[in-house]
């Protein structure tokens, strides 16, 4: 579980309204037939007007309502959600968390997430089950391994452990890998042991909680239909629900980034793409870390209730839709039988897809608009949830007061105008591919 935060994030406390959990209300709540629980968070009636309204009550949403709170003093905030929340991203994603990145920008910016990860549960009071239990990325050519080095040694430079295993040390955690497949024999991996898996439904839960017992208001099943302006400023938004007045709009729609920037005809250089995850039947605990193949996209760990969770590819075609297709699971199946041949005899028990925001050079957008009160916070491809601590906290610092964080300077919407791409996987400007 977390240590404690190493990260001094400033430090404004308020009494929270929502009820403390710890192993004594727990205790506590047992003899008294558990009728002592409350709710987690509030479900208000929209106030006319707010200072700061972000759209989107997923991951990054909600922790950027949560430090706004928290950190910047700013409470007279609405997190407005089409759905419930959790129903996005935030609560279908593969639940990874690490910060092995090679490049400048990204690298000290998930170290960033990874320290806040560290100290999230006691910071928010809710167990969002953190659990570092290392992600192997395996080698399969000289080549690969290379490489690997390089990002290891990017990584040490800036502070954050990594470990190049050779074959025997990848055998001895994970005995059951094909290490003499014929095509894709495994020569080793780079583990980063601080990484691994959060219960990604109770970040979203931790957050709002947070959010809510500050001041913010979080507003489910209120989807933003419309963006009103007036003299070129964002005056406020249409919704399900009427309309709601604001001071400063914050979009964090994730997967519809694009449709919600189009309502103030804002191009973006994002793609929404689909990507599926998939759970199979609970088996006796066998896969202790997060471990990636190295020769195709395959990555599965297992859950504590046994079921193996795992991904791959995005299914390669635009879509809004929150389901994939039939070929991109043969597609993934395939992946992980080449990596584990036992996998070929367990069960999936569910797949779901998600929408993902692909931008363009694979790297977020945490930035202010070219509308002076508009913020956006999009673009954050496969790799969103391991962010969510980091971008809630440098989106919140940049609506505050107005200036990027330091940290995630980097991610600014005209670095594709300036030629400034932070291109980590290093496939060009194809989205699908990042
Ligand atoms: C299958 C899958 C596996 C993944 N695996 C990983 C992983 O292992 N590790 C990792 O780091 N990342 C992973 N990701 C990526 C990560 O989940 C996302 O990048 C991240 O969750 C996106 O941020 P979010 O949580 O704010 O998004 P979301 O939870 O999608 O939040 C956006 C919210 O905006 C709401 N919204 C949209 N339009 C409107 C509107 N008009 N009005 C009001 N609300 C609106 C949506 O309903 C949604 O709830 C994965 C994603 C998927 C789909």
């Not at 403390?20 to 709710?39: C, D, I, M, Q």
């Not at 905030?77 to 991203?89: F, H, M």
């Not at 050779?166 to 980063?192: S, T, W």
Request: hydrophobic share 40%; net charge positive.
């Amino acid at each position: 579980m977390s240590k404690c935060n190493p990260v001094m994030i400033g430090a404004v406390h308020r009494d929270s309204i929502a009820m403390r959990y710890s192993a004594f209300s727990v205790f506590l709540n047992a003899l008294r037939g558990n009728k002592g629980w409350t709710p987690a968070w509030r479900s208000p009636v929209p106030k006319n007007h707010y200072d700061v309204i972000i759209v989107g009550g997923g991951g990054h949403g909600l922790a950027t309502a949560y430090y706004l709170a928290k950190e910047f003093g700013v409470t007279n905030v609405a997190v407005l959600e089409k759905g419930y929340v959790g129903s996005g991203n935030v609560g279908r994603n593969t639940t990874i968390i690490r910060s092995n990145y090679l490049l400048q920008g990204n690298n000290p910016f998930y170290e960033l997430s990874m320290k806040l990860w560290e100290g999230l549960e006691q910071d928010f009071n809710f167990n969002a089950m953190v659990s570092q239990r290392g992600v192997l990325n395996l080698y399969h050519s000289d080549a690969q391994r290379d490489a690997y080095t390089r990002r290891g040694n990017a990584m040490r430079l800036h502070g954050v452990d990594a470990d190049l295993l050779d074959r025997n040390a990848v055998r001895q955690l994970l005995p059951f890998l094909d290490f003499d497949n014929a095509r894709f024999p495994i020569q080793g991996a780079l583990m980063q042991r601080r990484g691994g898996t959060v219960r990604h439904d109770a970040v979203a839960w931790g957050y709002a909680r947070g959010a809510d017992s500050r001041g913010v208001d979080i507003i489910q099943n209120c989807e933003v239909t419309g963006i009103r302006r007036e003299n070129g400023r964002v005056v406020g938004v249409e919704t399900s629900q009427g309309f709601i007045g604001c001071g400063k709009l914050a979009l964090a729609a994730a997967g519809n980034s694009t449709t919600v920037a189009d309502m103030v005809d804002l191009k973006l250089p994002i793609e929404s793409h689909v990507l599926q995850a998939f759970v199979s039947e609970g088996l006796k605990p066998f896969i202790d870390n997060v471990v990636t193949f190295g020769a195709g996209h395959f990555y599965v760990s297992q859950s504590d209730k046994g079921g193996l969770v795992f991904g791959g590819d995005i299914d390669g075609y635009n879509s809004y839709a929150q389901r994939g297709n039939l070929a991109t699971v043969e597609h993934v199946a395939e992946a992980g039988v080449a990596m584990i041949p036992a996998l070929s005899r367990v069960r999936v028990l569910r797949a779901w897809g998600g929408v993902m925001d692909m931008s363009m050079d694979g790297s977020p957008i945490i930035d202010r608009t070219a509308i002076d009160n508009l913020y956006l916070n999009a673009g954050w491809c496969y790799g969103g949830f391991k962010a969510t601590p980091a971008s809630g906290f440098c989106y919140a610092h940049l609506i505050a007061k107005n200036e990027p964080h330091e940290t995630g300077r980097a991610f600014r919407l005209d670095r594709f105008a300036r030629g400034r791409m932070i291109d980590e996987k290093g496939v060009g400007s194809q989205p699908n591919l990042h």
